[in-house]
Each structure stands twice: as C-alpha cells, then as structure tokens.
C-alpha cells in the first residue's frame, strides 16, 4: 500500500488566482484525492476547497503600512512559528515562501539576481544596484538561500530554474532536487477554429501576463512596429494588463495604437483563447508559463522564448515556434510574421498543439511531487537505521 503523508504547505495567499496559488491549489487536490492528509498554513485563505482531510491554519498578517523587508521578516516569523505550532507534520513543503526549517521548497520565482544575466543591459545594470542597494532584494536572496539549504529536497517548476539556483547559490550537484511542471489549467477546453483564424485578414496573436519588461512586453512592441512596417495586417490582444500612460506612449511612438488592444484582467480566458490564434510570450525570465499550455488547448500556437520553462515540454517547428534570442525583436517578428503568412503552417502546428497540451496533466504534477516525499522519507529511513 502506498505511503500515506501528513503534509504542511506553506504560502501567502490559499487560492485558485494567480501561477503559484493555482499550481498549489491543483497540487493540493490531487494529493488529496490519493490519500494524504493536507494541513494548508497561509495568510489569506480564499481556495473555497473543502475535503475531510484538508485543514487550514492562518497566520498573522503584517502590521499595516509595513515596508516590503519588514513584511518578509514578519512573514518569514509568523509562518515558522505556525509550523511549530500546529505540527508535527511528516513533511513541510513550503511554496516558495520564507521559513527557518521546511523538507520539501518548491521555488516558483526565479533567483532575485536572474535579471543580471537576461535582461537588457540598463536592466542589468539596474538590476544589480537594487541587489546592492534595497533590503527587500538583499532579503529575498538571503532567505532564497536559506531555503535551498536547509530543506531535503529542492522542487522547480523547470529545469531551467533549477540551473539557475544551483548555479546562483552554488548547490553540490548532489543535492537532491526534481523538476515538477505545471499541468494544463483548463477544467475543458473549448474548440478554435483554426482555419478560420489563419484565413483572416487580419490575425490576432495574444499576450497574457502581468509583467511588462521580465514578461518581455516590450520586445513584443518592438516586434510588432517591425511587422507593421512590412505591411502585415495583425492585431495584439493584452490579457491582464490595463493601459497605462507610459504604455500609450510607447504605442503612439512605435505607430502601433490601433493594432495593440488592452484587455485588463480577464477572469473568463476561454472566451479570450477563442479570439486569438497565437499566443505569444518573449519573456527574458518566466519559471515556466501556463498560459501558452492552457492556449494550446484551444489550438493557439504558441511562440515561446527558449529562457522560458514551458519551452522544455514543447517542440520547436512541431507544436510550437521558439524564440532563441528573447531580446531580439526581429526574430520575434519573423516567428511572427511565418505563421501569420502561412496557413499551411499555422493549422499543423495548431493541431499538434492541441494534442501536445492533453499530454502535459497535473497528475505527472502530482506524481513527481509524491517521489520526492518517497525519497525523503526513505532517506530518513536509512537515517534511522544508521543511528540504531
């Protein structure tokens, strides 16, 4: 019979809303459905998530008008202390959140000195005086840091995260870790019509996101001046942002208002999915992506930077098309452009799209997770028998 584990996850916010929430949230059902015992220790409790097996414990927030380092030390505290206090757990599994003892990290965050290595070089330069200057990155990296030592096994949405904290923090190779994507998000998904969307006159690509520069929003623009000036007839759909002034300004700079629409925040996507016929996500840092795998559902190709997480479950020219050079905007715009022009192209990759997406489940989420509390509790096992 299976080992059955009483887990503590540990996070801000208990919600379906947001990357991290969802893939916890999605994690946590699954679990419980084989079994385990879930203890969910957060701040805000909005997951709406009820089984005889899931309890919920919250920890103060922080005091009001709180700066962001003082709010990472209270958090770092409060959460440590619930642990405490509501344990013994077979296993506590933090999502990325700061705690002074904790088996299981899964990080969701690239390191807070990824940017210096991928951004542009003002953002690089930037990047790297806030790492000098502010306490909330000097915390971020320091309790980072904490917790790629003290826990037993390391968890990361992607392979290319993992390299990133082995090689920011120095990690032995021999430090346990293992790679968990994310699944599809989409309880179902709807039909696209693709031949439709490639026949169009004019093809919609969309973005979705919060982030504007990590997100790589700005190389969008730029692609999209580009493939305005080669004549191509296209419009750009922004799923989660809401049009600043700045942003105004840079589409009235680059000539590209009447193509760009700002959709805000969208809480129906499917309806989103079905406008568009790309999904497009240049993102210079992204741990892994759900959008373009839950657009993929809906027969969206995705165009995806080769930096992002999501490029390791797709392949180039046979479901999907891969940025190689994430600041390059003229790349960006003949990925672009290939599949706006062809149709041929567009319905093949289309269609692969769909089937690569039923592949990439939450239950291989679920899975790879169960291992690693298997592998510790077997190291522990082995502890034990040293001992005696």
């Known amino acids: 019979m299976p080992q059955r584990f009483h887990i503590a996850f540990v996070m801000r916010l208990f919600s379906s809303q947001g990357g991290l929430e969802l893939y916890a949230l999605k994690l946590i059902e ?76 899964t990080f969701h965050n690239h390191t807070a000195s990824r940017l210096s290595f991928v951004g542009y070089p003002f953002e690089r330069v930037v990047n790297n005086f806030k790492l000098a200057t502010v306490q909330a990155y000097k915390l971020r990296y320091k309790y980072d840091r904490e917790l790629c030592q003290v826990a037993s096994m390391r968890i990361f949405v992607a392979e290319v995260m993992k390299d990133d904290f082995y090689n920011t923090y120095k990690l032995p190779p021999q430090a346990p870790y293992a790679i968990a994507h994310p699944g599809a998000s989409l309880a179902s998904a709807g039909e696209i019509k693709t031949e439709a969307a490639a026949a169009s006159e004019q093809f919609t690509f969309l973005f979705v996101g919060k982030g504007f520069r990590k997100k790589g929003l700005d190389t969008l623009f730029a692609a999209c001046a580009a493939l305005k000036a080669r004549g191509c007839n296209f419009r750009l759909l922004i799923a989660g942002l809401k049009e600043k002034p700045l942003q105004r300004l840079q589409l009235k700079t680059k000539g590209i208002s009447k193509e760009v629409v700002f959709l805000g925040y969208q809480k129906d996507m499917a309806s989103v999915y079905q406008q568009a016929g790309v999904i497009v996500l240049p993102s210079k840092m992204e741990p892994f992506g759900m959008a373009p795998i839950q657009a993929m559902q809906y027969g969206l190709v995705p165009i995806v930077s080769a930096v992002c997480g999501v490029a390791e479950v797709l392949k180039n020219g046979h479901d999907s098309l891969l940025l190689q050079d994430h600041l390059n905007a003229i790349e960006l715009a003949d990925l672009m452009e290939k599949l706006a022009g062809s149709s041929e192209l567009f319905k093949k990759l ?36 040293r001992v005696e």
């Open 30 to 105: 699954g679990l419980l459905a084989a079994g385990h015992r879930i203890t969910v220790i957060c701040e805000s409790d909005h997951g709406e998530l009820t089984h005889e097996n899931l309890t919920v414990h919250k920890f103060s927030p922080p005091k009001k008008g709180a700066r962001k380092w003082q709010k990472i030390e209270h958090y770092r505290k409060a959460a440590s202390d619930a642990v405490a206090s509501f344990g013994p757990f077979d296993i506590v599994h933090s999502q990325h959140f700061p705690l002074k003892k904790t088996d299981v990290v």
């Open 350 to 385: 289309s269609a692969q799209a769909k089937i690569s997406a039923a592949k990439i489940t939450w239950d291989k989420t679920v899975e790879a997770n169960v291992q690693a509390y298997e592998r510790i509790d077997k190291e522990r096992n082995k502890e034990g028998a």
